[in-house]
């Protein structure tokens, strides 16, 4: 077992000291509509995004802000530019 217990490998995980995680968490889910998709990638992100700072935190790591930056940035410069009629086709 490592530094911190995640009641059984993080699958029975009920957040602990993080309510804020159990509270966004089902916002991270979509319905399948493109705009949907899009508003939980940005909760996702940013859910993501506090969790990795409060870890790099507490073990004394740097937050990579310079690469979070630019991928914010790409992922705004794509919703900007999506128009109503944008479908997703699949990779």
Same mark, same amino acid.
């Given at each position: 077992?490592?530094?911190?217990?995640?009641? @059984? %490998? /993080?699958?029975? =995980?009920?957040?602990?000291?993080?309510?804020?995680?159990?509270?966004?968490?089902?916002?991270?889910?979509? @319905?399948?509509?493109?705009? %949907?998709i =899009?508003?939980?990638?940005?909760?996702?992100?940013?859910?993501?995004? =506090?969790?990795?700072?409060?870890?790099?935190?507490?073990?004394?790591?740097?937050?990579? #802000?310079?690469?979070?930056?630019? #991928?914010?940035?790409?992922?705004g410069?794509?919703?900007?530019?999506?128009?109503? #009629?944008?479908t997703?086709? /699949?990779?």
């Amino acid at each position: 077992m490592g530094l911190y217990d995640t009641w @059984h %490998d /993080g699958r029975l =995980w009920n957040g602990g000291r993080y309510p804020r995680v159990l509270e966004e968490l089902p916002r991270a889910f979509a @319905h399948y509509d493109q705009d %949907d998709i =899009w508003r939980v990638l940005l909760v996702t992100m940013d859910l993501f995004r =506090w969790l990795v700072r409060e870890t790099a935190e507490r073990l004394g790591y740097l937050y990579p #802000t310079l690469s979070d930056g630019q #991928t914010t940035g790409l992922v705004g410069r794509l919703l900007s530019a999506k128009t109503p #009629t944008d479908t997703y086709k /699949g990779a």
